[in-house]
């Protein structure tokens, strides 16, 4: 019986002697997002350990991170308080013991360590608070409460807000000078799912046909459809962007310079061609139909008039027109010099329908912990460019078209899921020479059989040829064109509205030249841009020059 | 009145001298160093960074027909041909650049049947 009585008094003698309290820290308020400020109260918790009446404890936070506002004393009314700070300096907590035990820290501090218990550390700031009253503290009351803004951590060093604020020790005392044993509670303060902020380096990778990179530009707009970043794309068809921010929703763009010099190359006999075909085949559409075009993004491209009424006979002839240099009084949307009518979009869902509308969705938002979101595809077309010649062939599924044209022989003669943009080639002679007259001629010498549309854009020097005439021998039936395009610049071709009849062989376009001063040959006063044909079936043919 | 239709008659015959040299060529004419090609065949410009126009030599083996091409510098395509006929030996002809974007080319020499017999590369700057 002695034994337990003496058993039971050690134990009550110990609980009074290691009785404990507690410092509490934690937010007020939510913050979610760069910006925001940051409320933070220090708290006491008396738990079991005596009536305190001098609480002294010692906290540091992460100055990359956060951005110290002010503070307010919860103290009441007739007790000291007093607020010091230092930045510049990190607490080095006691070696091979509990951080958490804040009393034997706080002695560590104290009594121990000596200028060993701070070292410098730019990164943090220090803050310490003394609280003392006359009367016990009451459980549950603030000592202070402490506002920082939370900052960028773009570039801080940190990858994210774990363990920005931590109590270093604390020192609470009974009204006799007692130590009262203290633990913490957090360990550390973090915050967790803070948005926003720099989005670092943003990639822009531009997706299109045309290698000439450098002639587009990029156009990023914040909610508020307001410019926020703008820019050339470089040779390989990259752009890098700064300055966006994580968890802001944009919209992106590209545009293709209206002063590039090839625009007049981008539409040609080719797509006029399947601008017929599709015109012949009628029906298409986002809602499906009878249709020649293997993407619905064709339909957008190959309305050319404009009067988003589908593509009809009104789009292809405006296009024969254009290669015709025929003014038709329409103002139409074909790419061509000095004029781009652009579209871009998401690549993955470039030409996508939805609610039978063929989409460009633009919208993009960097999120700091998805590496992928840093980088987006944009995907680049044009309007008239139907065969995707300098323009994003869409590879989005639900923008592919499953339905075939059966009322047209346009590519009846294709293979099974073979797309309009398969391509051949085949050889033809263009040269130019002297003949007896002392004028220059250049003949296009073509063995090519089954092509019912064939293009070529001629270039010559306007300084020393006069172009007097073109002759064509095609057959009776094609529609041929001629359209000096520019002083020095002749567009010359044919093409069978009917989609039949096909260009005959032999020399088929002769071009006559007056020479304006006495030459003795032609070497580089002629040269050949475009210079493609098409067959029935609309295989595009890429002429070969030996 | 002589002196004055003397002067007429040498004016009319110069002019129609001009018309027949636009298609005569004549080989063996004096050539200048900057356009001498040792070999027996070959083709040589005047200089390798051309503006505007530049003189050519060609030296041929025989008479005949011959083409001239104009190849891009960087993916070989053809840009532009000619047929010439020509004697043996050099003759001095122009390659007119104006026209033609200011890139790198190559310009060539074949036959009729474009066997290659000589090439040099220029730039138009």
């Not at chain 2, 122009?94 to 074949?110: C, D, F, M, N, R």
Request: some cysteine; hydrophobic content about 35%.
């Amino acid at each position: 019986m002695k034994k337990i009585l003496l058993f039971l008094i050690s134990v009550m003698f110990t609980l009074s002697t290691f009785g404990q309290s507690e410092i509490n820290y934690s937010p007020v308020y939510t913050v979610t997002k760069v910006g925001d400020t940051l409320t933070m109260k220090f708290q006491y918790n008396k738990g079991d350990g005596g009536d305190l009446t001098l609480a002294q404890f010692d906290f540091e936070y992460n100055n990359k991170l956060l951005s110290y506002i002010s503070h307010e004393s919860q103290a009441p009314t007739g007790a000291s308080f007093a607020r010091n700070s230092w930045t510049g300096y990190k607490f080095v907590p006691k070696s091979n013991s509990d951080e958490d035990d804040m009393d034997v820290q706080y002695t560590w501090w104290k009594d121990e360590a000596g200028s060993n218990s701070y070292e410098t550390g730019a990164d943090w700031g220090v803050e310490r608070i003394t609280v003392q009253t006359s009367a016990a503290y009451t459980n549950g009351n603030e000592f202070v409460k402490y506002q920082f803004k939370i900052k960028d951590k773009f570039n801080s060093g940190y990858d994210n807000y774990n363990n920005i604020i931590k109590v270093n020790w604390a020192n609470y005392q009974q009204a006799d000078g007692t130590q009262i044993q203290t633990t913490k509670s957090p360990s550390t303060q973090s915050l967790s799912g803070i948005e926003g902020g720099n989005a670092g380096s943003f990639t822009i990778n531009l997706k299109t046909a045309n290698t000439n990179y450098t002639d587009y530009s990029y156009t990023i707009k914040n909610g508020a459809g307001e410019s926020v970043a703008t820019g050339d794309f470089d040779e390989s068809g990259q752009a890098t962007v700064s300055g966006l921010e994580n968890n802001v929703t944009y919209t992106a763009e590209a545009n293709l310079a209206e002063d590039a010099t090839y625009l007049d190359q981008v539409v040609t006999v080719s797509d006029l061609a399947l601008v017929f075909a599709e015109a012949i085949g009628a029906g298409s559409g986002p809602s499906g139909g009878s249709t020649t075009f293997d993407y619905f993004v064709q339909d957008i491209m190959a309305d050319v008039v404009g009067d988003n009424d589908g593509v009809d006979f009104q789009d292809s002839y405006e296009i024969l027109a254009y290669l015709q240099g025929v003014t038709s009084g329409n103002t139409n949307l074909i790419t061509q010099d000095g004029q781009t009518e652009d579209y871009s979009g998401i690549e993955s869902t470039y030409g996508a329908v939805a609610n039978d509308v063929v989409t460009f969705a633009k919208s993009f938002t960097p999120i700091d912990s998805d590496t992928s979101s840093k980088t987006i595809d944009l995907a680049h077309g044009l309007r008239g460019d139907v065969n995707f010649s300098h323009s994003w062939e869409p590879t989005v599924s639900s923008g592919e078209k499953t339905v075939v044209a059966s009322s047209s022989s346009f590519r009846i003669s294709s293979a099974a899921g073979a797309k309009y943009s398969q391509t051949e080639t085949a050889n033809i002679d263009l040269i130019s020479e002297i003949n007896g007259d002392g004028q220059v001629v250049f003949s296009i010498n073509s063995e090519i059989e089954d092509m019912v549309g064939s293009q070529f854009n001629i270039v010559y020097d306007p300084n020393i040829l006069s172009l007097e005439n073109v002759i064509f021998d095609t057959g009776n039936e094609m529609t041929n064109f001629s359209n000096v395009i520019e002083d020095g610049y002749v567009r010359v071709g044919s093409f069978d509205q009917n989609v039949s009849t096909t260009i005959k062989e032999g020399t088929p376009y002769k071009l006559i030249f007056t020479p304006l001063e006495n030459i003795q040959n032609t070497s580089g006063l002629i040269s050949f841009r475009v210079k493609e044909g098409v067959k029935a079936d609309g295989t595009q043919i890429n002429f070969i020059i030996e | 009145m002589k002196k004055i239709i003397t002067l007429l008659s040498l004016v009319l015959m110069m002019g129609c001298y001009q018309d027949d040299d636009l298609v005569t060529l004549y080989p063996d004419q004096e050539v200048p160093q900057s356009l001498q090609i040792k070999e027996l065949i070959g083709i040589k410009l005047e200089n390798t960074i051309v503006t505007d126009r530049v003189a050519m030599n060609v030296k041929l083996p025989l008479d005949g027909k011959y083409r001239i091409k104009i190849r891009h510098g960087m993916n070989n395509e053809l840009i532009s041909q000619e047929m010439i006929e020509a004697g043996e030996g050099d003759n001095l002809l122009k390659v007119y650049v104006a026209s033609l974007e200011k890139s790198g080319y190559l310009i060539q020499l074949t036959d009729e049947f474009h066997n290659i017999l000589g090439n040099q590369s220029f730039v138009v700057n």
